[in-house]
């Protein structure tokens, strides 16, 4: 799946790059124990600076080879991993993206204008997808695990997250991600779809503008 940076935000485009991580020759937990041990306070960093301290550790383990944009790209997995929610980054960063559905490792579905899509998207196993859950959920005094193998939590940015582990979700965790809509729909869009008639919107409009309506009923 490939990334693109479009109006400030990555995007990402379906049936490209698998969003997985390249684990370099030292692997991936040789290399967060490094990072560990160079930054300390890694946590109380803020995010950007979190991700750029890890991007100079990364950058450096990495070494030379694979071509530079695929070592860009195994440098962006990486960060995503140690620092953020690693294969769902570049989805969260889409806006079009309106729901995440993760139902296994390999098996990740997104919602864009009300049609569910298949993507490349990629988690190791199992227990990737559950760590990437647990990060979800850091901040938000919900919690998961094996005594409550069930969670419904709000984010900051007022997304639902629904996640579910076994022997309760059949096979692997699954993970679902709402997203609330970027703009709110006005009265004629409101219309068109159904969701309210002309006689109703009128009705609302004058009295949310401080107008009253008064009726005659029969003797």
Do not use: K, Y
């Not at 960060?79 to 559905?101: F, R």
């Not at 859950?133 to 409550?148: F, N, P, W």
């Not at 096979?171 to 309210?196: F, H, M, N, W």
């Amino acid at each position: 799946m490939d990334t693109q940076v479009c109006g400030g935000s990555r995007r990402f485009r379906l049936g490209r790059r698998a969003a997985h991580v390249e684990t370099p020759a030292i692997g991936l937990e040789g290399l967060r124990r490094r990072v560990l041990e160079e930054v300390p306070e890694l946590a109380t960093l803020p995010p950007l600076e979190r991700r750029l301290r890890v991007a100079a550790i990364a950058d450096r383990a990495l070494g030379a080879g694979g071509g530079e944009a695929g070592r860009a790209a195994r440098l962006v997995d990486l960060v995503d991993d140690l620092t953020g929610l690693g294969p769902l980054e570049a989805l969260l960063a889409d806006t079009s993206v309106t729901e995440i559905m993760v139902n296994g490792p390999d098996q990740v579905h997104v919602e864009v204008d009300g049609e569910l899509r298949p993507t490349s998207v990629r988690f190791r196993d199992a227990d990737h997808v559950v760590a990437v859950v647990h990060r979800l959920l850091s901040g938000t005094g919900r919690r998961i695990d094996e005594g409550a193998p069930l969670v419904d939590a709000r984010l900051e940015d007022g997304s639902r997250v629904n996640a579910v582990l076994p022997p309760v979700a059949c096979g692997s965790p699954l993970l679902t991600i709402r997203r609330p809509p970027r703009r709110r729909l006005g009265v004629e869009e409101l219309i068109q779809l159904g969701a309210v008639d002309a006689t109703s919107a009128a009705f609302l409009h004058a009295r949310t503008s401080g107008c009253s309506f008064s009726r005659t009923w029969p003797r």
